[in-house]
């Protein structure tokens, strides 16, 4: 298993743990330029096919990354990004080294999370009321936000929060303002995920 | 007269091919089975669908989705049979 499987970009000192990787693998670790890492394992295949339980693997890898040595910053790699040799992965790394050390720098110390407002079934509900009420909440706690896909009739709100971790706790009280009140409608919320909705980094090299 | 005919037939021909596209579109509609399997995970999330409702659905779903992406593959490669 030649290939190296990647998961996300750290900076700093290298990763390294146990658990269960993407498409069988037990060792995550880190292979490094200069002070930028890559986060892998070893997989067979330089095209893996996305499974449920592998796409589960990968997010899980990353939320083990982010609560690394007390928190990590993590610039995360959509499923699917796989290296047929070591010195592929270090040449994107150097080639995308300013990049990543921008995403790096916007992310650090802050976490995404999700929130979805679902109608109760055949409720009447005031969809933008319940979007400003939720804004009102959530958008002077968070360092951005952005909409996600309305691709339900029943959903009202979807958008991901990108949060300091310092000000997870006062954003954890708002929504529980918001299902307390809630009347009509259901909070979803999810996370810490990595801060993938916040991250624009296209890797184009040769695989 | 064959030149005539064609010229004459042509736009028709043109448009019927349109109309089977479109129709073909909305018959194997990639996005709204994506849709529709997102929501199918959500109402699985919120208690309000069985799991094995929630994997019953899913299952079809995905076979659809296999399907329209196949058939849009197809039409994008101009191997689709266009049929009278």
């Known amino acids: 298993m030649n290939n190296r499987y990647v998961y996300g970009i750290i900076d700093g000192d290298p990763v390294e743990f146990?658990?269960?990787a993407v498409a069988g693998a037990t060792d995550v670790y880190t292979i490094s330029h200069r002070r930028l890492g890559?986060?892998?394992?070893?997989?067979?295949?330089?095209?893996?096919?996305e499974t449920d339980e592998d796409a589960k693997r990968h997010d899980e890898v990353l939320r083990e990354i982010m609560n690394h040595d007390g928190g990590r910053a993590v610039v995360?790699?959509?499923?699917?990004?796989?290296?047929e040799s070591d010195r592929a992965l270090k040449n994107v790394l150097r080639g995308?080294?300013?990049?990543?050390?921008?995403?790096?720098?916007?992310?650090?110390?802050?976490?995404?999370?999700?929130?979805k407002v679902v109608s109760e079934e055949d409720a009447d509900v005031d969809a933008d009321a319940v979007r400003e009420r939720v804004a009102d909440e959530l958008e002077p706690i968070a360092a951005q936000s952005?909409?996600?896909?309305?691709?339900s009739d029943r959903l009202l709100l979807n958008r991901s929060y990108l949060v300091d971790r310092e000000e997870r706790e006062e954003f954890d009280e708002a929504i529980a303002r918001l299902e307390e009140e809630a009347e009509?409608?259901?909070?979803?919320?999810?996370?810490?995920?990595?801060?993938?909705?916040?991250?624009?980094?296209?890797?184009g090299a040769s695989q | 007269?064959?030149?005539?005919?064609?010229?004459?037939?042509?736009?028709?021909?043109?448009?019927?091919?349109?109309?089977?596209?479109?129709?073909?579109?909305?018959?194997?509609?990639?996005?709204?089975?994506?849709?529709?399997?997102?929501?199918?995970?959500?109402?699985?999330?919120?208690?309000?669908?069985?799991?094995?409702?929630?994997?019953?659905?899913?299952?079809?779903?995905?076979?659809?989705l296999e399907i329209a992406r196949e058939v849009h593959?197809?039409?994008?490669?101009?191997?689709?049979e266009v049929k009278s």
């Not at chain 1, 995360?76 to 290296?83: H, S």
């Not at chain 1, 009509?184 to 890797?203: E, K, L, N």
């Not at chain 2, 509609?29 to 959500?42: A, H, I, M, P, S």
């Open chain 2, 73 to 80: 593959e197809r039409l994008a490669s101009g191997r689709v």
């Open chain 1, 184 to 203: 009509g409608f259901m909070v979803r919320y999810t996370g810490p995920f990595a801060p993938y909705s916040f991250v624009d980094v296209t890797i």
């Open chain 1, 76 to 83: 995360p790699m959509q499923f699917g990004m796989a290296f």
């Open chain 1, 38 to 49: 890559a986060v892998v394992s070893d997989i067979d295949t330089t095209e893996p096919e």
């Open chain 2, 1 to 64: 007269m064959f030149v005539l005919d064609d010229l004459l037939f042509r736009p028709f021909v043109g448009i019927v091919d349109a109309i089977h596209t479109i129709a073909l579109d909305e018959l194997y509609d990639v996005e709204g089975l994506e849709d529709d399997l997102k929501e199918n995970q959500l109402l699985y999330e919120l208690g309000e669908r069985s799991e094995a409702e929630y994997r019953r659905r899913k299952a079809e779903l995905e076979a659809e």
């Open chain 1, 146 to 151: 952005v909409a996600n896909d309305l691709f």
């Open chain 1, 18 to 20: 146990e658990g269960e």
């Open chain 1, 96 to 115: 995308a080294l300013p990049a990543f050390r921008r995403a790096l720098n916007d992310v650090e110390g802050r976490v995404e999370l999700g929130v």
